[in-house]
């Protein structure tokens, strides 16, 4: 199970709330599937049906991961309009299989966050804990 602080997860909800109507993104990361700390991003895409993130702000990121001692455990990102269930584009992008996606879907009054493991065959759901 990946566990995220309440605040981290409230702060990812008000970033795809900001964003919308596009995507919002932006990476988890912290030790043993403990979320310590989130980076928000921007989407280079600026659009509501796909996400990127520009390569220097993905090697700064990795940068801070690695001078505080954490590893990247999550990468999430909203869908504005759709459920929380990766899309075919995020199955094709999926290009770090051993980390976490995230989304946070806005389709509905409350805001629903799931995780899953995306792989080239399969995608997985993972539980999340949210922590105070």
């Known amino acids: 199970m990946l566990t995220i602080p309440k605040a ?14 596009h995507e919002c993104c932006g990476m988890l990361a912290g030790r043993e599937k403990r979320v310590m700390r989130s980076f928000e991003l921007e989407n280079a895409e600026r659009s ?24 990247l455990l999550a990468i999430y990102h909203s869908h504005p309009e759709t459920i929380a269930f990766p899309s075919e584009t995020d199955v094709k992008m999926a290009f770090y299989p051993e980390v976490a996606s995230i989304i946070i879907s806005l389709k509905d009054d409350t805001p ?21």
């Open 8 to 21: 981290i997860v409230e702060r990812m909800i008000e970033h795809a709330r900001r964003e919308a109507p």
């Open 112 to 132: 629903n966050v799931k995780a899953f493991w995306i792989n080239p065959d399969a995608i997985y759901p993972e539980e999340i804990g949210i922590i105070e």
């Open 48 to 71: 509501p049906l796909r996400y990127s993130i520009h390569p220097l702000q993905q090697l700064k990121v990795f940068e801070e991961i690695e001078q505080e001692s954490m590893e």
